[in-house]
């Protein structure tokens, strides 16, 4: 299984992005995605994560309303449209996945995953 991040890059304060994070070796439709995020010297924490049907969708209390997570499973690429960007949002962000299937809960947990992609670094200017 291997996941590729991609869409960071430099963007000033109140800009947008979105990231992708596309799947080979898997069909992402029967699991539920994550993305999360690592500034230096913090711990990885999560932002998002949407349940398999795409129902469900969870975030951090620091980007609700900015950011948003949905999923194209005929491109078996998940997506996070960040919008309002910040500077404290500065950080390489990583997409996951679970190896469990057809599950609504979404955990918030990294070590709760277990497929990672490389990482994508977004760079907020104030």
């Known amino acids: 299984v291997q996941l590729q991040a991609s869409g960071g890059g430099l963007v000033q304060a109140g800009g947008s992005l979105r990231l992708s994070c596309a799947a080979s070796?898997?069909?992402?439709?029967?699991?539920?995605m994550a993305w999360f995020r690592q500034a230096p010297g913090t711990e990885r924490e999560f932002v998002a994560g949407?349940?398999?049907?795409?129902?469900?969708?969870h975030y951090a209390d620091s980007v609700k309303g900015r950011f948003t997570i949905s999923r194209d499973n005929a491109r078996n690429t998940v997506y996070l449209q960040m919008n309002s960007l910040k500077p404290e949002d500065t950080a390489v962000y990583y997409c996951a996945s679970r190896e469990e299937t057809y599950t609504e809960y979404l955990y918030v947990y990294w070590g709760s995953y277990d497929y990672w992609g490389q990482g994508t670094l977004v760079t907020v200017s104030s």
């Open positions: 949407i349940a398999w049907s795409g129902i469900n969708t």
């Open positions: 070796g898997r069909t992402l439709s029967k699991y539920g």
